[in-house]
């Protein structure tokens, strides 16, 4: 019996060896920033959707943004074969996609106009100011296919407690501290690769 909880013991060494896990530090926030985020409800944690340093899984370049939509995570590819890793909420199945498109565009607090498709299934939805209360949370990257916008973001929520789950309209959503995080790290032109 000692044998085997050594030879199980052992095996649980050698797995976690390989996890090279680091939490990222939070970014410097303005006080509206602050703020705002103080009145955004709180939600329970899941730390598996936490902000970390890993080695890269992607093989992409650095600058690049991937989306897992299946392990509901996304990456910020960094030098040395390094990656930020930072949970999310996709699209679920009706409304996900996948593909690759740039960033042309970036915001903070935008302001948020629901597409014609949205309202149509949704008519209680309607143009929301920047702020606690907008679904686009604290920044938003707008997503290109050449000059053609998507009309997907990756973007904050005012919905914490959704990270990890397939429930959005097709954007992915993120914790405000992790925007606003990838949103200092991302240049305008990034490439993003949704999976």
């Given at each position: 019996?000692?044998?085997?909880?050594?030879?199980?013991?052992?095996?649980?060494?050698?797995?976690?060896?390989?996890?090279?896990?680091?939490?990222?530090?939070?970014?410097?926030?303005?006080?509206?920033?602050?703020?705002w985020m103080a009145q955004v409800p709180k939600a329970q944690e899941d730390?598996?959707?936490?902000?970390?340093?890993?080695?890269?899984?992607?093989?992409?370049?650095?600058?690049?943004?991937?989306?897992?939509?299946?392990?509901?995570?996304?990456?910020?590819?960094?030098?040395?074969?390094?990656?930020?890793?930072?949970?999310?909420?996709?699209?679920?199945?009706?409304?996900?996609?996948?593909?690759?498109?740039?960033?042309?565009?970036?915001?903070?607090?935008?302001?948020?106009?629901?597409?014609?498709?949205?309202?149509?299934?949704?008519?209680?939805?309607?143009y929301t100011r920047g702020g606690p209360e907008n679904p686009l949370?604290?920044?938003?990257?707008?997503?290109?296919?050449?000059?053609?916008?998507?009309?997907?973001?990756?973007?904050?929520?005012?919905?914490?407690?959704?990270?990890?789950?397939?429930?959005?309209?097709?954007?992915?959503?993120?914790?405000?501290?992790?925007?606003?995080?990838?949103?200092?790290?991302?240049?305008?032109?990034?490439?993003?690769?949704?999976?």
């Amino acid at each position: 019996m000692r044998l085997f909880s050594l030879t199980v013991l052992l095996a649980m060494m050698t797995s976690l060896a390989g996890c090279n896990f680091k939490g990222v530090p939070d970014p410097q926030v303005s006080e509206r920033d602050a703020e705002w985020m103080a009145q955004v409800p709180k939600a329970q944690e899941d730390l598996r959707y936490g902000r970390y340093l890993i080695d890269d899984p992607t093989g992409e370049a650095p600058g690049t943004i991937v989306v897992d939509t299946k392990e509901r995570f996304l990456y910020y590819v960094m030098d040395g074969r390094k990656a930020i890793r930072y949970g999310v909420t996709v699209g679920d199945e009706a409304y996900g996609w996948t593909g690759t498109a740039r960033v042309a565009r970036k915001a903070e607090w935008p302001n948020w106009t629901p597409p014609a498709e949205m309202k149509a299934r949704w008519p209680h939805v309607q143009y929301t100011r920047g702020g606690p209360e907008n679904p686009l949370g604290a920044r938003a990257l707008y997503l290109y296919d050449g000059n053609r916008d998507t009309l997907y973001r990756i973007h904050g929520t005012n919905e914490p407690e959704k990270i990890g789950l397939a429930v959005s309209s097709g954007c992915i959503r993120m914790r405000n501290i992790d925007v606003i995080d990838l949103y200092n790290r991302t240049a305008l032109e990034a490439r993003v690769i949704v999976r």
